[in-house]
């Protein structure tokens, strides 16, 4: 994923120069702080999704044709190629709420995505149902910290040790990671340990297979 994400930062110089843009200038023009702008650029930071749709917006260009290199943006017959062929939309999961038995309910936001490479989805085998998230109170800090973007995998919803999985205990959503408890597993934090949830305790929602930084 950085891979992509230097493809982007690269892009953004370019198409903002070739429209006569200060970097101050684009800052100001997506609303964002001239500080991020060149976070963003200099690989300090990666923007969110509503920032990377902005500056495509700015910029007169889709979206995910930001992370194609010049090069893949047509094929060697000159035909154009859909940015859709290379990458592939992963919609985002809002924070669940409380149902009945103190259950979640996950709503999906079909209308707000986030884009991965193809090739690297097909390298872990393009799971079904996965959905992105935002972490807000649920991090696990130094691991996962808040504000960072998850990719959940939700068919895989059976606790493997050692993994970090998204867990619904209390009536709310948590990050943990999956250890050996006796002849069973439990979900704790990296930094605690000892702050044990027990398997039967809670509700697997699914594991987290790849987490990006982002900045709002």
Not at 114 to 136: H, T
Not at 194 to 213: A, H, Y
């Amino acid at each position: 994923m950085e891979e992509s994400f230097e493809v982007f930062r690269r892009n953004i110089t370019r198409l903002r120069k070739e429209k006569g843009l200060k970097q101050k200038e684009l800052a100001a023009k997506v609303g964002i702080g001239g500080k991020h702008m060149s976070d963003i650029v200099n690989n300090r930071s990666n923007p969110s999704p509503e920032v990377q749709k902005k500056i495509s917006e700015i910029l007169d260009v889709d979206w995910s044709d930001l992370f194609l290199e010049r090069s893949e943006i047509r094929s060697t017959a000159g035909e154009s190629v859909r940015s859709s062929d290379i990458f592939l939309g992963i919609p985002f999961m809002s924070t669940p709420t409380i149902g009945e038995d103190n259950e979640p309910i996950i709503d999906i936001n079909t209308q707000s995505h986030f884009a991965y490479s193809k090739e690297w989805l097909n390298a872990i085998g393009c799971p079904d149902d996965m959905v992105v998230y935002r972490v807000q109170d649920e991090a696990m800090a130094p691991t996962i910290p808040e504000n960072s973007i998850i990719l959940i995998d939700r068919s895989q919803n059976k606790p493997i040790k050692f993994k970090v999985f998204v867990v619904w205990h209390n009536g709310k959503m948590l990050i943990r990671r999956c250890i050996p408890a006796g002849s069973g597993v439990a979900f704790a934090t990296d930094n605690n340990p000892q702050d044990i949830i027990k398997n039967k305790d809670c509700t697997v929602i699914g594991r987290v297979l790849n987490m990006s930084q982002s900045d709002l």
